[in-house]
Structure formats: C-alpha cells, structure tokens
C-alpha cells in the first residue's frame, strides 16, 4: 500500500491541530480544494461552512472570544477576503484570535494576471496584525505555526497566511510544524502602578475604565475590589469583546453611545485610570462638538495599554492599595414584571431579563431597540454579553454562530436590529445546519432609525422625502419569518408584550435555532 503523500495542504492542516486549532469557518473556492479535502481527513479540525464570507470571519471571531483560543477561516482569493474584511476589522477591534487562512493563485499563475488575481496582502493589511504568504509547500507548515502564535500575541487579532494553491498541492519535504508558544503580554510598569495608585487616592473624583480582557473573571474582581476600596468609579468602553455580567458580578457602569451623554456620566472625574483601553473618544465627529471625551483638566495615567497584561496590572494595583479580598459593588438579581399591550424595545428588554437563563451569551448588535434589554438584564442571572466592536454592521448573527459554536452546553441570544441583520442573515442557514442553540430577536422597526438620529445630531439641514428614503427599511416590508424558514430556522412574528413573552420563554425552554420578528413601533 502507498504510503499517503504529505502534501502542504496536509501540513497546514496537521499543523493547525498540533496547535489546538479544532473549528474552521468558511466558505472556499477552487484555489482552496486541496486544503477542503485535507480538512475532510482532518481528526480534530472541523470545518462549518458559511454561505458568505462576512459570516465566516464573524464565526471566527464569536467562536474566539467565548473559546479564548484561536479558530480559524477558509476564504478564496481577493474578493473572498474582501467579502469578510468588515467583521475581520470588528474581530481587530475586539482582539480576537483568528488565523485567517486565504487561499491564492498557484506562484506561477500569479504572472498571469487572471480574473480572480489581486493584492491580497494590500487587503489584508488594514485588519491583520501578521501577514505570510507561504510560496512553498515546505514553509506551510513553519507558517501555520508562526500564524497561530501570532493571532495570540499582544494585543491579539488576525493572523492572515496565504496559502497558494500549488503550495497546498505540492509534496513536502518536512511536513507539519511543532507549536509556536505565544509571546506573553508583558506586566505593566511599576511607575504605571505607582501613578494608578496616586490617582485614586482621590476617591470618588476617580475612575476606572476597562475593556478585556479585564471585564471577566479575575479582572472583573480585581476592578471591583479596587473600587470597593477606593471609591473610584467603574466603568467599561461602550463597546467590549466579552462582558460578564448579571446578579453577582461586580457591577461596571457601561459609557453611553451618544458623547454629550459621555460628557455628562464622566462630570467630575478629575483622574482617570486606563486598564487595556484608551482614552474615549467620540464615535463620530460632529460640527462644533469635540471629539476627545475625556473632562477638561483631567489627570489620565495607564495602568495598562491594550497588548499588556491588565490583569497582572490590577492585581499589582490591588496589592499595593491593600484592596485584596474588598468585596466588590455586586450587581442585585431583579425579575422584570411581564408588562402588556402593545411592544416597544423596554418592553421587550423587561421580557428578555425575566427568561434570561443563567450562563447565558447574548450578542448584541440591537442598535437603537436593544437599549431596554441592556437596561432589564443587569439583575438577570450571571451572563456574557458580546458587542459590536469595531461599528461595521452585520456583526451580530455571524458571532452568535461562532459563540454558539464554542459553547453548545449554553443558550446564545442574538438581538438584531433589522437593517443590520439583512447584512448576514446567511448566518441562520448554518445554525440550522448545526442545529445551534442560538434564539435570534430581530427589532423591526422598518428603518435604519439610527441614521434618522444621526442625520439630527450631524446638523444636516431639511432632509425631504428622497433623503428619508435612504433609511426606510419598508415598501416592501421585509419577511423575516419567512426569511428564516427559507433558511431553515423556525420563527414566529410578535407585535404585543404577550406574544412576546410566549414566544421568548418559549425559545429559552427548547434547543435550537429559533428567531423571533418582534415588531416595533
């Protein structure tokens, strides 16, 4: 019998698994068939496939922040990427470890200038913070290796290899790679922790502002007790990774969207210490408006950039404040009455925090309805919240997939608005496909409604008919609930706070994909 030849696709995908790498999301093309069959030989990498590119970069980046570890994409050619480079830049933004595999035109190919050729490395760059074409079978494997422990160093993020399609199909001589041990976040500085320290000495005119990996676990205490012990206030980004909240978890005060909001919650805080974040800034510039939202004549120090590690920041800090042990300010458990009549976004808030289950992952991306279930789960059972990192839409299902995909002992709940979920609705045909415990809420209120706020706070003048136009989501109305049949995902439309309520509590009770329209006002 002939002994099997090891090929560069099967380095690659030897080499993945070596690594700990087990899920691949994509969606691959003709430049890709010899990495597809050595991934259907593979024994612990599984593929998922997405029906468009954007879904799969989300997968991957869902499927890293509740893993914590690296998964890993699938995409053909230039356009393929392209298609995923808006959740590769949410997943740049959120520090996720992706190793983001591309598939190429064979090296001699490359001259000939075919349909599909492009500057795959020049789209890859703006969201990557590793790039390697490997243009021999012998150096896949090395490169596999170097990709994953790339993807993992600080801050962690994306690791593109792009992997030529005569390279996955040419013999090796040296086959897969050992693992590549990932640098460690380095520890902060002792003159950060001494300067953190003088700060919140001054109490309640302090405050704390985090992000991950700080907002979970160890950290997450760490901040509490740090508070607990200084009267400093808490408070994380307006947009994070991975937030564990709920009754029990140290309570972290969330900055609003809107900066005069930012403005008015950060009143009065003279110092402001930074852990793994940066100073916030306004999302958007606006005419006669700032965009640096930190108080006038505030004192900001870092405790830790993003890339250091925070958490052996806050325990220094604890450390040398004597916080070790305080008991943080702990989130109450509340149970939301069940209100009635007619459904707007607070109620259905209130509906989504009295059912929702304990270990619950929710990925938010509600836009302007997804306010009240911010509000109503505070108290709900302990919980994960993900959100839309990086801004670019469409972010939502595709990381309820990849989060449902890591965690298929724990009920995923993805809040949608309506315009956003048109971008990757695709991504409800692969939950069905692997039969996902992921419960989709599409808030339809036929409009991109905050653009209409936008439009306001931006100053543009007299918007007329045809300018209202570009954010109507009706005429036609769009069917989600056949939308979701057609993707093989039961769902059912809701217009009262009963309906609602029968359908959500329903939905947490039984596994499996499942969406429900809930029509807004």
Known sequence: MDKPVMTGAEALVQTLEAAGVDRCFTNPGTSEMHAVAAIGRAATLRASLCLFEGVATGAADGYARIARKPACTLLHLGPGLANGLANLHNARRARSPIVNIVGDHAVSHRTLDAPLASDLAGFAAPVSQWIRSADTADEVGEAAAEAVAASQAAPGGVATLILPADTAWTETTKGPAAPVAPTPFAPPAEAAVAAAR???????????????????????ELAGAIAAATGARLYCDTFVGVMARGAGRAFVRRLPYFAEAVEEELKGVAHLVLVSTKAPVAFFAYPGRRGSLTPDGAEVVTLAR???????????????????????????????????????????GAIIGRFLPEGAIVSDEGATCGAGAFVHTAGSPPHDWLQLTGGSIGQGLPVGVGAATAAPGRKVVCLEGDGSAMYTIQALWTAAREHLDMVTVIFSNRSYAILKVEMMRTGAQNPGPNTLAMFDLSRPDIGFVDLARGLGVDAVRCETAEDFAEAFSGAMRRPGPFLIEAVMP
């Open 198 to 220: 003088a700060a919140l000495a001054h109490g309640e005119s302090s405050a704390l502002l985090l992000s991950d990996p700080v907002l979970s676990g160890e950290g997450l």
């Open 306 to 348: 993003p890339g250091e590690d925070a958490v052996a920041g806050l325990r220094a800090l604890a450390e040398a404040l004597g916080a070790v042990g305080r008991e943080p300010v702990r989130a109450s458990a509340m149970t939301p009455g069940l209100p009635t009549g007619t459904l707007d976004s607070m109620k259905a």
